[in-house]
Structures are given as C-alpha cells and as structure tokens.
C-alpha cells in the first residue's frame, strides 16, 4: 500500500474511531520520538484545532523536550508541557528505594504510569481520546509498559513496524532529527530501545514481515511475544 493511502486511511480511522466514541478530539504524549511525531501529525490531519500534546518531562533528555517542541511548531498543534519530576521523585521516596533485582525498573516504569494518568486527565477533562504511539513492532513482543505507554483508548500506529513507521514520518515530512535518532522510551540516561531489547528493529521487522531471522533472534521474539501476551489482552475473569 502507498504511503500516501495509509495516511490518509490511519487518519479517517482516527476521526471515525473518535467520533464514533462520541468524544470531541485526540491527545497525544508527545516524547520527541519519531513514533509520537507521526501519530501527532495524523491527529492533526484529523482534528485540526482539537489535537492536543503533553510533553510530561521526568529526568528526560533535555534533546527529547526540544524535539518534542519542534515537532508542535511543525504541525501547528496545541501542546502543554507537564513537569512530572517532582510528583515521580515524592512516589519513590513514599514506595522506599527497593533493592530488588527489578527495583530499578519498577521505578523506571512509574514514569509512563504517570504520563497516563496525566493524558487521561486531560482526555476527561476535554472529552478527547487518548492516542496511543505504539508500533507494531514493539506490540509483537509486548515492548511497552502495561497501564503506562500502553493505556491508551487508540493505537493508530500498530499495524505499523518501525521500518514502515519511518516512511510515514518522511512523508508526513518529520524533521530528520527526529527520524534519525536512535530509538528510546527515555526510562533512563542513555537508554534505547533496541538495547533493552537485545534485538535491533531491523531483524524483528523482518521476522514479522517475512517470518525469516537467525534461529536465536526467532527464539527471542517468540519468547517475549509469549510471556507478554497478558500487556494486549484485557484482564482474565474468573468463571463460577
């Protein structure tokens, strides 16, 4: 499919999915990252005058702040800007340091639970959707955090793999910058994605693509694919 045709297809899916939920327009987190970028410019072609983004610094880079601030000059969107530093460091001294061997990335993820939080309150406030910016890529192996980056009302971007993702951002006309830079959620100092992975986009797009990969990265994908298949599924009920 062109490019051009899936444009404008995400963007009436945008507009048809908000209407049809009865809500006014769309808000988008907005990190500075080529898939918020993308998203943000769908949302605009789709409601122009009721997109909103929130840039919601947390010991981030002050590159991603910047970017993000370029991205809304581009597109001509509202944005607000939410300092979520001092409400993430008053939680962590309320919960305790912790030094267990996943304390480090329990308090790495309060971080996008609190950026959803902080989109959903202007949603309700506004009757806006919240837009997700997750790509299929990262949807296939559960990269994200569950009721945080993954708590949201729409994912306009999820049949998308990273590689197919920076063709829309060149043609939606992104700024470099932004398409260039390597991947991160921005959890910590020099965090990417692919590092955390331990796959590079490149190999995982062409699995999911074609199915094709060396026997351990096929290992990889499956495994992650499986122990976090509970993040896309809502939560179980138990049946008396």
């Given at each position: 499919m062109e490019t051009a045709v899936i444009a404008e297809k995400l963007t009436e899916w945008i507009r048809e999915k908000t209407i049809a939920a009865g809500c006014e327009g769309v808000v988008v987190g907005i990190s500075g990252g080529i898939d918020s970028a993308v998203v943000a410019a769908l949302a605009v072609r789709a409601f122009p005058g009721r997109t909103l983004g929130v840039i919601m610094p947390c010991e981030s880079q002050p590159?991603?702040?910047?970017?993000?601030?370029?991205?809304?000059?581009?597109?001509?969107?509202e944005l607000k800007v939410v300092d979520?530093?001092?409400?993430?460091?008053?939680?962590?001294?309320?919960?305790?340091?912790?030094?267990?061997?996943?304390?480090?990335?329990?308090?790495?993820?309060?971080?996008?639970?609190?950026?959803?939080?902080?989109?959903?309150?202007f949603a309700q406030e506004r009757n806006y959707l919240v837009l997700g910016t997750g790509n299929k890529s990262e949807l296939t192996i559960g990269y994200f955090t569950k009721y945080g980056d993954g708590g949201v009302d729409l994912e306009p971007i999820g049949d998308l793999v990273k590689s197919q993702v920076r063709e829309l951002a060149r043609y939606l006309e992104v700024p470099e910058a932004i398409i260039n830079k390597p991947?991160?959620?921005?959890?910590?100092?020099?965090?990417?994605?692919?590092?955390?992975?331990?796959?590079?986009?490149?190999?995982?797009?062409?699995?999911?693509?074609?199915?094709?990969?060396?026997?351990?990265?096929?290992?990889?994908?499956?495994?992650?694919?499986?122990?976090?298949?509970?993040?896309?599924?809502?939560?179980?009920?138990?049946?008396?």
């Open positions: 590159e991603d702040v910047e970017h993000g601030h370029l991205v809304a000059q581009k597109y001509g969107f979520l530093l001092p409400i993430y460091k008053a939680l962590v001294e309320i919960l305790g340091e912790g030094d267990g061997p996943r304390s480090g990335l329990a308090r790495a993820n309060i971080k996008p639970r609190l950026r959803m939080i902080t989109l959903y309150y991947p991160s959620a921005g959890l910590w100092a020099g965090q990417t994605d692919e590092g955390e992975m331990g796959l590079s986009y490149e190999e995982l797009d062409r699995f999911i693509l074609t199915g094709e990969a060396d026997e351990k990265v096929k290992s990889k994908i499956k495994h992650l694919a499986r122990i976090n298949q509970h993040k896309l599924q809502p939560p179980p009920i138990a049946v008396l």
